[in-house]
């Protein structure tokens, strides 16, 4: 099995005159977790998007993911839910795997264990339309996750979602990686959500981005959000958002 899940070499991107990304450069662990954190509009889901194989980009290479010989192996969650409005939620969750030939019963008994993960059983057959936002949002990470891919591609999952609903599914989140072992590169605005996660974060300058941090998460497993030490990792990390000092 490979160490590394995803490689970006030199990745520019710039959209007429406008530069947005320049030769962002970063190899990631298979089985890691990783977080973009960087200023509004600096180029994170334009990176995110290049690394799922949606844009190209203008200079640089990528890879990601690799099982059995099949490259770019992602699971790509952007910021809006894409939820197929004619489908039942059930249904929208399945689609990966419909898609892929995968036996619909199975993946179907799958999504609906997750839904009672999810705190959506006995939603299973409303339409998308019929959901809150969080519930939306919920439903696409199931459906995201039953894609089955080695690498996930998150950008901004939980934005959207109200303070306790998004620390039940930050633990949620957690609990599943820390199960399957999945090599995640999540992109948030939440400082604190990027220390209570990843492994290892990631700052962006402002545009045109490169890559202002590239550090550790250092702090222990498991993390609590009213811990001091984390507290004063937020600072740091705060600081250098803001253009101050390490």
């Known amino acids: 099995m490979p160490s ?16 947005v990304l320049r030769s962002i450069s970063f190899d990631l662990d298979v089985a890691t977790w ?6 509004s509009g600096c180029g994170k889901t334009t990176l995110l998007r290049i690394l799922a194989g949606l844009l190209d980009s203008d200079a640089g290479d990528v890879s990601v993911g690799s099982s059995a010989g099949v490259p770019n192996r992602a699971a790509y969650l952007p910021q809006r839910d894409t939820l197929l409005p004619w489908r039942t939620a059930l249904d929208n ?12 019963a199975a993946a179907r ?3 609906v264990e997750l839904f009672t993960h999810f705190g959506l059983a006995g939603f299973e057959d409303r339409f998308p339309s019929q959901l809150s936002g969080g519930m939306r949002q919920r ?3 199931i459906r995201t996750f039953l894609a089955h891919r080695d690498v996930v591609l998150l950008d901004e999952p939980l934005g959207a979602l109200d303070p306790l609903t998004r620390a039940t599914l930050q633990d949620w989140l957690l ?3 820390t199960e399957l ?5 999540l992109v948030t605005h939440d400082v604190e959500e990027a ?14 981005a490169s890559i202002a941090l590239d550090a550790p998460v250092e702090l222990r497993r498991p993390r609590e959000r009213a811990s001091a030490d984390l507290a004063a990792e937020k600072g740091k990390l705060l600081g250098i958002l803001l253009g101050g000092t390490r």
Do not use: C, N, Y
């Open 93 to 104: 969750a399945i689609l990966a795997a419909e898609i892929e030939g995968r036996p619909r």
């Open 109 to 111: 008994a799958e999504a």
């Open 4 to 19: 590394q899940a995803i490689g970006a070499h030199g990745v520019s991107k710039s959209f007429a005159e406008t530069d």
């Open 139 to 141: 439903l696409a990470l």
């Open 175 to 177: 609990s599943v990686w």
């Open 195 to 208: 220390l209570l996660l990843s492994d290892r974060i990631l700052v962006m300058t402002e545009r045109p």
């Open 181 to 185: 072992r999945k090599t995640v590169l």
């Open 34 to 39: 990783t977080t973009i954190l960087g200023p």
